[in-house]
């Protein structure tokens, strides 16, 4: 009987230890912490909207995000600016902050804007995290 059982385990641990790791895993190459908030001052919060890539999920537009980070290779300065975006000239500050990791490497960017159609106009769906 003891036999049995120190095979089972014996299988058990195996079996754990190929099975393939989960998508929302701690071990996820690619996510970043998402704020945007009013004005030049970047958020001191700790909570914000995650953006998971490994599949996409976690963000209303998660899809289009990650294939504008995608393209960008995980830099957010190099997404490419829509084409006829048409922004007012309105002075309404958002500063934009992203934290995490694309394919392993950290990132870490914050950015203020001169209006929130100004920041999706050049960096995508990334930080469009209405709920519109």
Known sequence: MRTVRAGLLAALVLLACAAPARPDAPGEDSWLLLTVTQGETPSTARNGTTLRCDPPRGH???????????????????????????????????????TGQWQGH??????????PCTMTAQTGAVFTLDET
């Open 60 to 98: 209303r537009h998660a899809a289009e995000a990650c294939a504008d980070l995608t393209r960008a290779n995980g830099h957010i300065p190099d997404i490419p600016p829509r084409e006829n975006a048409i922004c007012p000239m309105l002075y309404a500050p958002v500063t934009a902050q992203a």
């Open 106 to 115: 950290p990132i870490t960017y914050t950015h203020t804007f001169p209006n």
